[in-house]
DNA sequence: TAAAAATTTTAGATTTGTCTAAAAATAAAT
DNA sequence: ATTTATTTTTAGACAAATCTAAAATTTTTA
């Protein structure tokens, strides 16, 4: 069974909701896809008799097992071309998403593996985030959001909550990147903000947005 | 301008057959592209208006510079992917096409430039045959056809006519890969197939059909 | 050069993924 | 517990790329 571009995309965004929300409503997927919910309808009907997804008019939906495995295989692709750009072709860690959301759909199951062996197996892939293995199995990371981070410790910036282009230009700005070592200085209750230090730099502040934005391990 | 995978499907197939032909005929293309007469006019018509090729009916096609421009790109891209799978990934020459397929339409400029430079800005393909360079220029290769050959000079495998499974499979089992050296030591005019020799083998006669399939360089 | 053959185009239909507008179902609020 | 608001689905339409069958054009051949 091969699916299109559109179909994989649906997919893999049911996968995403999913995992904060349990069962997906047709409109956070319109919302989600940029696209109505009438044709999120159209769609799920149709995936529905692919045996992908769970699904009962007006009930929300959820991926079968087949889905889950096909969402995972497409994540693995994607976190693997996103490693290939940022460690082998030089690009920047926040300039791959686009191209890895095209190359995430080329189907040659040989490819994948290939790659996968070329890159050397890598666990996680440039933006923090866990690159499941061909059997879909991924590495759990003991990443704890920055914004519940005891101060004074010092914390490694494992990955970011969202790709937004907004965010990574906010983090450019900041000099924040993966791999960026920080400790919590102070926490402010007013407004949640919390001040941070990088060492070699001025302690400064980051909004509750931001903050929650990041994740971090403790080293 | 961007265009669908379909539509640099089209422009690929008139930039190969116009090489021989010229103008290409609406059936010419058909076939080429698995496909009906029909759906070649109605394409035909949409790839005029976006000035890519010279219409008129009845008359046949060729690209424009623009369409020409475009035909190349995809080219250098299908064959600097195809260099990449075979010499980084460990792809047999003879099984990278239709991925190629695929990966010559991922459309990130970016991408392409960053992958030729970590290759090593290669001027020919696995199969032999050149990759345009990003303003489109092509090395050219002093290769002849093996039924051209002069008898008894030694001659290295640099390219073949085709990509059909058909040819591979018989190349494959005639052990004649890109990089081979032999010597055409007869010609017999009943036929046309000659007699070759690969070193440390015993001479073998091959169709030919076969031979016009294969270009040699002297060395 | 006129009839036959081949090629090419048009006309109308189909499939996929999308849309808008209206109807149906569910959830929220008075 | 009704009314109101929100969410979701249906109905009908559209654009892209394709098809078949029939008509138009060009080429071949007698």
Redesign the pocket.
């Given at each position: 069974m091969s699916f299109?571009t559109?179909?994989e995309n649906y997919i893999k965004a049911i996968f995403h909701l999913q995992q904060e929300d349990g069962t997906v409503?047709?409109?956070a997927l319109a919302a989600e896809l940029h696209?109505?919910?009438?044709?999120?309808?159209?769609?799920?009907k149709?995936l529905k008799t692919k045996k992908l997804l769970n699904y009962e008019?007006?009930k929300?939906v959820r991926l079968t097992g087949e889905g889950k495995k096909l969402a995972l295989a497409i994540v693995r692709k994607h976190r693997l071309w996103e490693f290939f750009l940022v460690n082998n072709l030089q690009f920047g860690w926040d300039e791959v998403h686009e191209v890895a959301e095209e190359l995430e759909h080329i189907s040659s199951k040989k490819l994948v593996e290939k790659l996968d062996q070329f890159l050397g197996y890598p666990k996680f892939d440039p933006h923090g985030d866990p690159i499941p293995d061909s059997h879909g199995k991924m590495a759990v990371q003991q990443q704890i959001n920055l914004i519940d981070m005891p101060l004074n410790k010092m914390a490694e910036v494992s990955s970011v909550g969202s790709q937004s282009s907004e965010l990574l230009d906010l983090l450019k700005h900041k000099n924040i990147l993966i791999g960026t070592r920080l400790e919590v200085k102070k926490k402010f209750g007013f407004d949640h903000s919390i001040e941070i230090k990088i060492k070699g730099q001025q302690p400064f502040t980051i909004s509750q947005q931001l903050a929650q934005a990041l994740f971090v391990k403790l080293v």
């Open positions: 299109t559109t179909e409503s047709t409109n696209t109505k919910a009438a044709s999120v309808t159209d769609m799920l149709k008019k007006y929300g």
